[in-house]
């Protein structure tokens, strides 16, 4: 496909008109934004900090927290700099950039995901064996291998996309450059390159959910055998944060990009994609944070620690 893009930038309508509400969201979305920062950056401090969160599950927690800053802050402060200045346009440049790291960091984030809940499957029901099979070196490439698939598999649906002849409308009903909008502006029939872009969805979103769902029915089943009720609630504990964060990251996505075509308006998938760019990334530290025993712990230990510190210096 040759490239006969004529347009330069795009015009993003972004989540509303209404000048009162636009405030009043900007004040709600910066402030999530800035608690999604904080949050995480908290989850890599202590995990890389703290002695007894020096375990795998806490190392690939670690690059979810950082996936989860560089996911948001794809979409979330171009957003907000339209907002308050009032203007709406995106490069095409611009565009195509936030698309693909948009699609890489949220690829590269189910990955991650479906690894820790292998993770938790070996820990489980393979203990013995749990440290000699998740060394360092092995869960330093299994993250490794979780960027290069996510790069790999984006590359192959989005370069096709940036290859499309642009040549106007440049009018895109969202607050984000999100592959189905920018799809719709091509000037070429877009049918083959949807179907590349919903089996790839397919693969990445149902491909890695099935991983979580065998590892944790192999896990329930374990559990289940434990013949102490505490037993088995200190060792269902342990996976209930990465179950939560699993469901709830998982709904949105699946709703967003598996769907058939046109069950529902834009306005909705604006709603949608909202709460998957804003809300989600806050989701993983406030979920270990408030369910995760040992975090909790070791949060107070470094609290006491940096207060200790900063009394001293006064």
């Known amino acids: 496909?040759?490239?006969?893009?004529?347009?330069?930038?795009?015009?993003l309508l972004g989540l509303t008109d209404n000048l009162q509400f636009q405030v009043g969201l900007f004040l709600v979305l910066l402030g999530i934004y800035l608690l999604t920062l904080i949050g995480n950056m908290?989850?890599?401090i202590i995990t890389m900090l703290n002695a007894e969160l020096c375990s795998p599950m806490y190392f690939f927690l670690r690059h979810v927290a950082w996936v989860?800053?560089?996911?948001?802050?794809?979409?979330?402060?171009?957003?907000?700099?339209?907002?308050?200045?009032?203007?709406?346009?995106?490069?095409?440049?611009?565009?195509f950039i936030q698309l693909f790291l948009y699609l890489v960091l949220g690829t590269t984030e189910f990955l991650l995901v479906a690894i820790m809940s292998v993770d938790r499957y070996i820990a489980i029901c393979n203990p013995l064996h749990y440290p000699t099979i998740m060394n360092e070196q092995i869960c330093s490439?299994?993250?490794?291998?979780?960027?290069?698939?996510?790069v790999s598999l984006i590359l192959v649906v989005c370069i096709p996309l940036f290859l499309m002849p642009f040549c106007g409308p440049n009018i895109m009903n969202h607050f984000f450059c999100d592959n189905g909008p920018l799809m719709k502006l091509a000037c070429v029939d877009t049918s083959f390159l949807e179907m590349i872009h919903f089996v790839a969805a397919i693969f990445s979103l149902l491909g890695t959910l099935s991983v979580n769902i065998v590892s944790y029915v192999k896990i329930i089943s374990t559990i289940l055998r434990i013949p102490s009720a505490t037993g088995r609630k200190k060792t269902f504990s342990t996976c209930a944060s990465h179950m939560t964060v699993v469901t709830t990251g998982y709904s949105s996505c699946i709703f967003m990009y598996i769907k058939p075509k046109g069950t529902s308006g834009l306005e909705y998938n604006k709603m949608v994609a909202l709460l998957n760019t804003v809300v989600s990334p806050l989701l993983v530290p406030i979920i270990y944070c408030l369910r995760n025993k040992q975090v909790q712990d070791a949060l107070r230990t470094e609290?006491?620690?940096?207060?200790?510190?900063y009394k001293k210096l006064r």
């Open 68 to 95: 989860d800053i560089g996911y948001t802050s794809t979409t979330i402060p171009k957003t907000l700099a339209n907002m308050a200045t009032g203007t709406k346009s995106i490069s095409l440049a611009g565009c």
């Open 303 to 309: 609290l006491r620690q940096w207060i200790g510190f």
């Open 141 to 150: 490439l299994l993250v490794l291998c979780c960027w290069v698939g996510g």
């Open 42 to 44: 908290l989850i890599i």
């Open 1 to 11: 496909m040759a490239n006969g893009t004529l347009i330069q930038e795009f015009i």
